[in-house]
């Protein structure tokens, strides 16, 4: 049997749980034991991966009040009773408490590791059941944070679902209102450090002694009016995430630093000589292309490759055009909430600009329209006029890329299908695919 699942055995004979321990090992299942369900309960956390063997009668608390205790906890957590001879009724009791199964003393190893196999195979399944359900549930939770049925969002949201809790440094690229901090958010939220500091710096603008103090924190007396320590961004966010926008404008002393606590995973204070240990995620963001940038000799090649361990491409709005419906309706909501103003209606008029306009301030950009929309302050401010009516060349193209983007989609991204559905030549189709951004 092929699990990563252990028992963890409670028995206070050690005779008896050296004998279950061997024969469990021999059998190729790990196995973690104790004396007493006081010790016990410290291993019995919600998320524990595997099931539970007690003796009924422990020192202290009893396998009962452990039965208890684990039915409160986690009842789909598998519970075997070891009981004495006469003690049946307790048995009986045990498992009309919700224990798996028990087992009578003297028992045979071949008995208990068919015992332990089965709730171990219980385990397992309902472990995968309730993995796949939070994973459809991020799913639904990114769909709601990342709006968009365009291929490409569809691939962000894929990449962010399978890279957000393996930990791994990541580079995201895009341009400027494209949503980079709201995926470094995701990533976070949706991983095992999402309980952790979630902490962000613009690097942008600032110079390069404020950066320092930012990124590693001081000690007292470092500098001129350091009055006392301050505690930095890089350690502060230890066990959780860094996130570190507009990283392409970073001082190259300050990429020599930041590269070391990429490599060593440790920092020095500013006007210290000690070493802390830090373990962070570090996501960083930029609105250039750093590996062009790196070629250049405008940024370290070396912190580059560190950073660009996973690379996440968020493409501009104008290539995602098929997304500004919901995203502009979504928007309209949220402004319509946050300033108690009644929801304007989305008229097709309003729609077909908002589609045919390139936004070069992409999502915060088309924000900001639905912002000025409810608030009613002026065509101008949102850049929409209802009275204005896309070019028939405007309209035509704008359908096509629907079509087409909306078909591409259904199509899970296959080119030949979509083209046999759509009844065009596979050329034509990669062509048009090309130019409107969906490859």
Request: hydrophobic share 40%; net charge negative; charged share 30%.
């Amino acid at each position: 049997m092929k699990t990563s699942l252990q028992v963890l055995l409670v028995e206070d004979d050690p005779n008896v749980r050296l004998g279950c321990e061997q024969a469990m090992q021999l059998a190729g299942i790990p196995v973690l034991s104790v004396a007493s369900a006081e010790a016990a309960e410290k291993y019995l956390k919600p998320d524990f991966a595997g099931i539970v063997v007690t003796d009924m009668r422990l020192p202290g608390a009893s396998g009962m009040d452990l039965l208890r205790l684990v039915r409160d906890r986690d009842p789909d957590l598998p519970v075997i009773i070891i009981t004495g001879h006469g003690d049946v009724t307790l048995a009986v009791e045990a498992m009309r408490n919700g224990a798996y199964d028990f087992m009578q003393k003297p028992f045979s190893t071949d008995d208990l590791v068919d015992v332990v196999r089965r709730a171990l195979e219980k385990r397992a399944l309902v472990l995968e059941v309730e993995a796949l359900r939070r994973r459809l549930d991020q799913r639904d939770d990114l769909e709601s944070r990342l709006i968009g049925r365009s291929p490409q969002m569809q691939q962000v949201r894929r990449l962010i679902l399978d890279i957000a809790d393996a930990g791994v440094d990541v580079l995201i690229y895009g341009e400027t209102g494209t949503g980079k901090e709201m995926v470094a958010r995701c990533l976070h939220d949706l991983s095992r450090a999402g309980q952790e500091n979630y902490v962000a710096l613009n690097c942008g603008g600032m110079a390069d002694n404020i950066l320092d103090s930012e990124l590693f924190g001081h000690e007292a007396g470092a500098f001129t009016g350091a009055q006392k320590r301050r505690i930095g961004k890089i350690e502060y966010a230890s066990g959780g995430t860094l996130f570190l926008d507009e990283v392409e404008s970073m001082p190259m002393s300050m990429q020599i630093k930041l590269l070391r606590v990429l490599q060593e995973r440790v920092i020095e204070r500013l006007g210290s000589n000690h070493q802390v240990p830090v373990n962070c995620r570090v996501v960083a963001a930029s609105k250039e292309d750093l590996k062009i940038w790196s070629e250049q000799g405008k940024f370290r090649a070396d912190l580059y490759y560190r950073l660009n361990v996973v690379r996440i491409e968020l493409p501009p709005l104008r290539e995602r055009r098929e997304d500004i419906p919901a995203l502009y309706d979504a928007f309209l909501l949220q402004a319509a909430k946050r300033y108690n103003r009644p929801l304007p209606a989305l008229t097709p008029e309003v729609l077909q600009r908002l589609m045919v306009q390139d936004w070069p301030g992409n999502i915060r950009e088309l924000k900001n329209a639905a912002d000025c929309h409810v608030l009613g302050i002026g065509k101008a401010c949102s850049g929409i006029d209802p009275t204005v009516k896309p070019s028939l060349a405007e309209a035509v193209e704008n359908y096509e890329r629907l079509l087409i983007a909306d078909e591409f989609s259904r199509q899970e991204g296959n080119i030949q299908r979509t083209a046999d559905v759509l009844r065009t030549a596979r050329t034509t189709l990669h062509d048009k695919l090309k130019k409107y951004g969906l490859l």
